[in-house]
């Protein structure tokens, strides 16, 4: 049971719960899509692989020290 400040929190797309932290989302043909969980993020892609687009994910890249 979720106790705190629901009505500030996006609902996860899947759940329902408040999506308290950032980093499981998808680009989706409806748009951004948020989700609580990685879990819920899954289970999600297994269902509508079809709908979701594919994300490109910049590469982190060491800066030399001089």
Do not use: H, R
């Amino acid at each position: 049971m979720y106790i705190g400040n629901a009505k500030d929190k996006e609902p996860c797309l899947l759940c329902g719960q408040p999506v308290e932290i950032t980093g499981f989302s998808l680009t989706t043909d409806d748009g951004l899509q948020k989700f609580c969980c990685a879990g819920c993020l899954s289970i999600y892609q297994l269902f509508n692989a079809d709908k979701v687009k594919p994300t490109i994910t910049p590469l982190l890249t060491k800066t030399k020290k001089k």
